[in-house]
């Protein structure tokens, strides 16, 4: 089953305790991206992967790193988590659109995030 | 740069009644224009698309949405709502390009409650 991959569902942490939230897609595709959804505000583009060692920030990317070591893999990084930092994430994955046109991106299930 | 706004954050409609949520968008040159919805505790599932040629979109679920260049609309429809239609949805844009690779920009979402 073609699917994306978060881990954990659920995590709540303390402020400046570094944490990692997988991702992992079984569909080869080139294209990730992490978003952050909050409130009214839609979801936001923190950092994105055109393919494997290729990473560049998306609209909010303060206090996230990720890296792409391999093209099923695309873990988020918050080195020192701060409450602002508080929210929902989804990873996504696509495939690179070589012609220009655009295919579906498929989320992951998300992971909610407490940094207390 | 591209932005897209929902200007309903709640839609409430009778079941079997029509449902309308509205997007306007703005991008520079031709736009990608997608609907995901997400139902509680879930990820985002790709509900249509446009990309070129019919105005009227047809997508899962029964869903339609229509695209209006001149007016920068891309409102999702749904002819009978159904109670399962009660989810957040949330309008898309993606610019054309190979250089934006799929980055998607969200609205800020609208809740549909349909009521029996």
């Known amino acids: 089953e073609a699917q994306v991959t978060q881990n954990p569902r659920y995590l709540i942490t303390v402020t400046g305790k570094k944490l990692t939230v997988t991702c992992s897609q079984n569909m080869n595709h080139e294209y990730m991206s992490w978003y952050r959804q909050d409130p009214g505000l839609g979801l936001r583009q923190i950092y994105y992967?055109?393919?494997?060692?290729?990473?560049d920030k998306g609209d909010v990317p303060e206090g996230y790193k990720v890296s792409r070591k391999e093209k099923r893999n695309f873990p988020l990084i918050l080195e020192s988590p701060s409450p602002n930092q508080t929210s929902l994430y989804f990873c996504?994955?696509?495939?690179?659109?070589?012609?220009?046109?655009?295919?579906?991106?498929?989320f992951g299930q998300g992971t909610r995030l407490t940094v207390v | 740069a591209q932005s897209v706004a929902q200007p309903e954050d709640q839609v409430n409609v009778a079941e079997g009644n029509p449902l309308t949520v509205k997007c306007t968008y703005s991008?520079?040159?031709?736009?990608?224009l997608f609907w995901y919805v997400q139902y509680p505790n879930r990820g985002l599932q790709f509900l249509l698309k446009y990309i070129t040629g019919d105005n009227l979109v047809k997508g899962s679920y029964g869903f339609e949405a229509e695209f209006n260049k001149s007016q920068t609309s891309f409102h999702l429809k749904k002819p009978s709502a159904l109670v399962s239609d009660s989810a957040l949805y949330f309008c898309a844009v993606s610019p054309e390009g190979k250089a934006a690779g799929n980055k998607l920009t969200f609205g800020g979402g609208t809740r549909v409650l349909v009521k029996p």
């Open positions: 992967s055109m393919n494997v060692e290729a990473t």
């Open positions: 996504a994955s696509s495939p690179y659109p070589r012609t220009g046109v655009r295919t579906e991106a498929f």
């Open positions: 991008v520079s040159g031709n736009p990608y």
